[in-house]
């Protein structure tokens, strides 16, 4: 599974921005989706996850209530909507996807597929 991400850039605190992944090569709408986020010296962290059909979501306890990731299966692809974004959310943030057949999960090492990342940047 091949996914790309687009988006991201730099937005001031209290700000929005939108993270979008699209597929090659196959489908998405059977697949679970995460976005996960790596700052430098930091742990890698899954900030929200979705299921196939959209029914279940995970969002990390530092995201919660900021940040929203919804899926258009339609469109095969998925989005991570983050608001009111504070200079910690600051990192790397990657597309990621588990094999089929798999269920949500919350740790980012059950995430087999990633893609390249995109850069996101909040100024204080």
């Known amino acids: 599974v091949e996914v790309v991400e687009s988006g991201g850039g730099l937005a001031q605190a209290g700000g929005s921005l939108r993270l979008s992944c699209a597929a090659s090569g196959r489908t998405l709408s059977t697949l679970v989706m995460g976005w996960i986020r790596q700052a430098p010296g930091k742990e890698r962290e899954l900030v929200a996850a979705?299921?196939?059909?959209?029914?279940?979501?995970y969002y990390a306890d530092s995201v919660k209530g900021r940040f929203t990731i919804s899926r258009d299966n339609a469109e095969n692809a998925v989005t991570l909507q983050m608001n009111s974004l504070k200079p910690e959310d600051t990192a790397v943030y990657y597309c990621?996807?588990?094999?089929?057949?798999?269920?949500?999960?919350?740790?980012?090492?059950?995430?087999?597929?990633w893609g390249q990342g995109s850069q996101v940047t909040v100024s204080s």
């Open positions: 979705i299921s196939w059909n959209g029914g279940n979501t």
């Open positions: 990621a996807t588990r094999s089929p057949g798999h269920e949500l999960a919350s740790n980012p090492s059950e995430y087999q597929y």
